[in-house]
């Protein structure tokens, strides 16, 4: 028994190394992957930034909202603020309420 005991531990211990550089390896994937978004992401600031008002302005009244937050919040108020003026005005009160939802820290529990 304690030899078996002994191959079925010696197993479980391999198992877990394995897991564990599995685990290490995803999450060095995962890190890569978000890397190359994040530069993907700069990139398209870069772009809007450089655009005229006007016309960054009409895409970001159709970009999907979450897509939309994640590009304001990497431009500069300077650049952002000619194109949110230009934007549809229900679309910038809705972007702004989001932006500052976004900012607030979650409250605690009260006990």
Do not use: C, H, W
């Not at 304690?2 to 390896?25: G, M, N, P, T, Y």
């Amino acid at each position: 028994k304690e030899a078996l005991l002994k191959v079925a531990e010696q197993e479980v211990d391999r198992k877990i190394s394995e897991l564990a550089s599995l685990r290490a390896e995803l999450e060095k994937l995962l890190d890569q992957q978000e890397t190359l978004q994040e530069d993907r992401l700069r990139r398209m600031v870069k772009i809007y930034e450089s655009m005229k008002p006007k016309e960054a302005a009409a895409i970001f009244n159709t970009l999907d909202m979450d897509v939309l937050l994640s590009v304001l919040g990497r431009m500069s108020e300077r650049k952002s603020a000619p194109i949110f003026a230009s934007m549809n005005p229900q679309r910038a009160q809705e972007v702004t309420i989001r932006l500052v939802e976004q900012k607030k820290l979650p409250e605690l529990p009260k006990e």
